[in-house]
């Protein structure tokens, strides 16, 4: 049975950083492209980068691109999304996602808040 566990989100300034993690149960984590989403406060749920099996392939949604690195470490079947010069825009609750899944296959997510 498949199971994501987010942790790592939290209160942080404009301008701050956080770093997300993901724990992976239940497949075979190298074998899926993952994916990082988020929902804002009454807004419907938005993709923001992902990552190949392999982590030799990154994307990125274009607000967060410079700002946001996703990566991966298959030995510990977790992954992560470091997040830099956060914006107050980017408050949302975040999910890691199993690629293919559409956002589908996600964890219980973990909240970010950027405020001053």
């Known amino acids: 049975q498949v199971q994501l566990v987010e942790s790592g989100g939290g209160l942080v300034q404009p301008g701050g950083s956080l770093r997300l993690s993901c724990a992976a149960f239940g497949f075979t984590f190298t074998g899926y492209r993952m994916q990082w989403f988020r929902q804002a406060p009454g807004k419907g749920l938005e993709w923001v980068s992902e990552?190949?099996?392999?982590?030799?392939?990154?994307q990125y949604k274009a607000s967060v691109k410079g700002r946001f690195t996703i990566s991966r470490d298959n030995a510990k079947n977790t992954l992560h999304l470091q997040m830099d010069s956060l914006q107050v825009d980017d408050t949302a609750v975040y999910y890691c996602?199993?690629?293919?899944?559409?956002?589908?296959?996600r964890g219980q997510g973990t909240q970010v808040t950027v405020s001053s």
């Open positions: 996602s199993q690629g293919g899944s559409g956002g589908t296959i």
């Open positions: 990552i190949s099996g392999d982590g030799t392939r990154t």
